[in-house]
């Protein structure tokens, strides 16, 4: 398999990048990678060649680019590059820490919305009290969606769940304001009906409050309140660890109970740790399209090769693709 990855993207790039790379080179044994970006700086941190080509560019999209306008003119730029890569076939997959928005746009125009799919939908897994994780989407590729978008969610984040993380017969879940099945506006009422009827196991509504409680193994939602529920939950368990720093080192008596403990808290800190799940793959697109979270580690980069991995090596886009055809076919 063939995953190109956008070297420059992301708060440490190229660092980063490089050594997941080599790391997943190391235990994927039939895995190569195609690192796009500045060559003098990637070789700085290259202690191997084995299985990775390097593809130069000195042009990069920033945080601070306007997606659609980077993507028609800085083509290019690393991330454009790493989505043409797998267009002309080069690559299986592509993965970037960079502009998420750009990413969205590169997708969308340069790799291509699968056939049948209205919207794409970024899909983070978050943390859960089992320590399973569930997948939330769409996360904020598209800020509205209509009750047709949220059942295709719905059925691509069921596939993901099963073929990908190994779930038999995953709960899917609609992101309301209530449990009870009559809550919710015009759209979330029609897509709890229509979610009812496709070929998944829906359990009905979810409220914010139980999201980590592992209640679910798929949350839809549209990505307005998508995007507000991952920062919330980001922001929160930043805020909680940071309170927790604070208290174990204001004064002797709890330094020596932090030391104690170091092992346990530092448990913590990866459960709290979400890039550990590996990134948010952009559903709905002919080929995996992953977004790494742009403080990503070394570690988060590995899982999030691992993650690529995985959805070609189970064959979850084409799987996708023959249910929603399957499904565009009987409504017709």
Do not use: W
Request: proline letters at 3%.
């Amino acid at each position: 398999m063939r995953i190109a990855i956008d070297a420059m993207g992301g708060d440490n790039a190229p660092k980063v990048i490089v050594q997941g790379a080599m790391q997943a080179i190391k235990e994927e044994k039939n895995l190569s990678i195609t690192l796009i970006g500045d060559e003098v700086q990637i070789r700085k941190h290259l202690t191997h060649e084995e299985r990775i080509v390097i593809v130069h560019t000195d042009e990069v999209i920033t945080g601070e680019d306007d997606p659609t306008r980077a993507i028609r003119r800085k083509k290019n730029s690393s991330l454009v590059l790493m989505a043409q890569e797998v267009k002309q076939g080069r690559a299986d997959a592509c993965i970037s820490a960079g502009n998420t928005g750009a990413l969205v746009v590169a997708g969308l125009l340069i790799v291509g919305r699968m056939k049948g799919i209205e919207r794409p939908a970024l899909s983070p897994t978050l943390p859960t009290k089992n320590k399973t994780g569930f997948l939330l989407l769409d996360a904020g590729a598209n800020v509205d969606a209509n009750a047709n978008n949220l059942v295709q969610y719905g059925v691509m984040g069921s596939i993901y769940a099963e073929k990908v993380k190994g779930i038999s017969n995953p709960k899917i879940a609609l992101l309301n304001v209530g449990t009870e099945d009559t809550k919710g506006n015009n759209v979330t009422k029609e897509a709890f009906q229509l979610l009812k009827e496709a070929p998944i196991n829906f359990i009905g509504n979810i409220e914010a409050r139980d999201l980590l409680a592992g209640v679910a193994d798929v949350v839809v939602t549209d990505g307005f309140s998508g995007n507000i529920t991952l920062k919330s939950i980001e922001g929160t368990a930043m805020y909680v660890l940071d309170l927790l720093k604070g208290v174990l080192t204001s004064s002797l008596k709890t330094k020596l109970a932090a030391g104690l403990i170091k092992k346990d808290l530092m448990s913590l800190k990866e459960q709290l740790d979400y890039p550990e799940y590996g990134g948010a793959a952009l559903f709905g697109l002919k080929a995996p399209v992953i977004k790494s979270h742009g403080s990503s580690n070394e570690r988060a980069v590995y899982h999030t090769i691992k993650q690529a991995c995985n959805m070609i090596d189970n064959n979850v886009m084409n799987v996708i693709n023959e249910t929603i055809q399957s499904m565009n076919k009987k409504e017709k």
